[in-house]
């Protein structure tokens, strides 16, 4: 997946593999939002055809994950064997690579979850409540936002991105209130509520691990560690 450390410069090699593991980590972003996208799509039409496919798709993503996170050991050891003097950023980089790796293949995981749903028939009988879709199409702009944030290094659009998690907080409360008020009043089944409940559970945890790419973001770009902040997320990096 990376080259080999240039034999010129090993500091230079170290960019230059960087940058390739940079980009292979856009095309994994790339790839579960797709995935995403594919899962939402098949609850919303009750294809359980197309359910079935989304967990083919997180195959080549496992795989990607997995080399990824081997490139990253492999090219902090060639530059450790070969004495590079790396600048702190240019750790953090690595490091920003390796963890936000292991988000997206944790969103994909998810993903493949709600696809199960409809394979399961969690979701049918009733149309979908207005929110319910508001919700799913706000996770996935917020997916795309933090992708994009990575790829960009964008400090200020990762904090668009930490912001955006409260919204789907929002969308899940009124989500449940709704599914509750219909459940007491016999309008709604005990099984599609349940399974509204778990699919704004899974919108929700998918918007947290967009938190944590975004909070990497802002630690790769700026130095900041603003995950233990106490005082609330400000404006951080622009």
């Given amino acids: 997946m990376t080259a080999p450390v240039s034999s010129n410069s090993s500091a230079d090699g ?11 980590l856009a095309s994994q972003g790339r790839r ?15 294809d359980a055809q197309a359910a079935k496919a989304v967990a083919t ?10 080399e990824l996170e081997k490139a990253c050991v492999q090219l902090l050891a060639d530059a450790t064997r070969q004495g590079a003097e790396l ?6 980089e690595v490091l920003t690579i390796v963890k936000v790796n292991n988000e997206l293949e944790r969103v994909a995981d998810i993903g493949v979850e709600l696809a199960d749903m409809v394979i399961g028939a969690k979701l049918g009988g009733l149309p979908f409540p207005d929110t319910f879709r508001v919700m799913a199409n706000s996770v996935i702009g917020i997916v795309r936002d933090a992708i994009t944030s990575v790829h960009k290094a964008d400090p200020s659009l990762a904090n668009i ?7 789907v907080s929002a969308f899940k409360d009124a989500v449940l209130r709704d599914a509750e008020d219909k459940l007491s009043k016999g309008l709604m089944p005990a099984d599609f509520a349940f399974g509204l409940h778990e699919v704004a559970t899974a919108c929700e945890v998918i918007a947290d691990h967009c938190t944590n790419v975004a909070e ?23």
């Avoid at 579960?32 to 919303?44: D, H, K």
């Avoid at 233990?228 to 404006?235: F, I, L, Q, S, V």
């Fill in 216 to 238: 990497q973001v802002i630690y790769q770009t700026t130095g900041s560690i603003v995950r233990h902040a106490t005082t609330g997320w400000g404006k951080v990096g622009g």
């Fill in 32 to 46: 579960v939002q797709a995935l995403l996208e594919a899962a939402f799509a098949a609850i919303f039409s009750r």
């Fill in 87 to 92: 600048a702190p950023a240019q750790l953090r």
């Fill in 57 to 66: 798709l997180d195959d080549a993503i496992d795989a990607v994950d997995v």
């Fill in 161 to 167: 991105v930490l912001q955006s998690q409260h919204a």
């Fill in 14 to 24: 170290f960019v230059q593999r960087t940058q390739r593991l940079r980009a292979d």
